[in-house]
């Protein structure tokens, strides 16, 4: 009984940083593996194809018609704003050429929604 114990306190005590090293070095493997959902979709050209007009960081050969999209949360702190100007444009300026994703069901709601969430990180 005693000398069982041992044994899994000496596992416990093996385990332990066995485990610790694995993490460390998975750690930055698993922090890049994730693409946002909403990366594909600005990027996509058959889907947002935001690149055309924006700069977007991570973004190849963007066009500069539009502004460049960073800093976005601080420059748009209500999320509510960014997903409506994605959503129609022509809301807030009626002669903008950016498409209005949401009315012309280019994005659903959803879409929209990550594209928010994935410009939030750049
Ligand atoms: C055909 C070009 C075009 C495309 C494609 C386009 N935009 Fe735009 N966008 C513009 C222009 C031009 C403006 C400047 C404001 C205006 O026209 O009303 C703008 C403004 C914006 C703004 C406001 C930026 C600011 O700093 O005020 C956001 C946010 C934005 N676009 C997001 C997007 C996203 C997200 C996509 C892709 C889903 C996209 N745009 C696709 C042309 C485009």
Redesign the pocket.
Known sequence: MRRERKATQRWAILAGPVLAVALLAAGPALAQTPVMPGQP??FDRA????????D?KGGDAP?N?????ND?KN??PDRNE?AA??YD??K??P?????P?GRNL??THEE?ES??DF?YTR
């Not at 889907?47 to 924006?54: A, E, I, R």
């Not at 018609?65 to 999209?69: A, H």
């Not at 002669?95 to 498409?99: D, E, L, Y």
């Open positions: 979709l600005a889907k947002g194809n935001c690149l055309t007009c924006h977007i066009g018609v539009g502004p460049p999209l976005m420059r748009f960014l100007i994605i444009e022509t807030r300026n002669q903008s050429v950016m498409p994703f280019i994005l929209i594209v928010v410009l």
